[in-house]
Structures are given as C-alpha cells and as structure tokens.
C-alpha cells in the first residue's frame, strides 16, 4: 500500500471517529454554555463531511469503496461515553491540542504539495480544523 493510501484511509477513519465523538460530547453538555451543544455537534457535522470527501478522494483515487464508516462512529461515539468521568476542560483541552495538531500536518502536506485533488481537500478541510483547535480556548478562556 503507497503512502497516500495508507494516509487517506487512516484520515477517513479518524474524521468518521471524531463525528461521533463530538456528536456525543454536544449531547452530554448541551447546557454547559449557551449554544455549546450546537457548536460541538457542527464541529462533528464538519467532521462528517471531511470524512467523506476523503471517501470520495479514495474511491476516485483507487476505485475502492471506504466501508468503516459505521463502525469508526460508533467507536467514537463509545469513548465519548467512555471518557465521561474525565472533566470537560481536560478532555477539550486533549481534543483542541490534538486539532491543531492536526492543522499543523496538513499545512505542512500543503506545502509539500502533492497529488492536485488531495492537495484540494486539504485546503478545504484546513480552517475547520484550525476552528476546531480553538475549541478549548473558546469554552474555558473567552471572556
Ligand atoms: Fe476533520
Ligand atoms: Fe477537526
């Protein structure tokens, strides 16, 4: 499997785990701020989509349908139950460090250029993430 087979496909799974994670975090502490449930729940709807444009990356790519998307849901969902115990500004802090990670990755990808549609989908998928690094600052430091 080359590398950006690999990439594509382990990025579908991560977008597909983080909907339901955040689908399930917006649920648990819908009343927390005012419109924080929703604002989750977009960033996991962000999430979805991103999952299936690197679906539709992958098929067009390799002519091969991505199928985990059920199953990385539902395991984000899981550790988003999982992880109740944990306070919430901890587990948005883990959450937000990991997105601008994650933004991070993908601009250095963007820079180092590439195959042209995959290059294009990261652009599209970059400023929701950096939106999503700022999820923790948002709820804990705004004033
Ligand atoms: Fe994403
Ligand atoms: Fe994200």
Known sequence: MDNLKAEVRKSFRTEMFAFGLYTVLGKQYKNFKP???EHLQEAGKQEHMHGRIFKHFYQKQYNIELKEE???????KC?????????LNKKLKMISDNEAKVSVEIEKKIAEGGNK???????R???????????????????
């Open 35 to 37: 419109n924080f449930g």
């Open 70 to 76: 059920k199953v990385c849901i539902a395991v984000g």
């Open 79 to 87: 550790v988003g139950h999982m992880l109740r115990p944990m306070p």
């Open 117 to 123: 549609d995959y290059i294009k989908a990261l652009k």
């Open 125 to 143: 998928i970059l400023p929701d993430e950096i939106a999503h690094s700022k999820i923790y600052s948002e709820a804990f430091e705004a004033k």
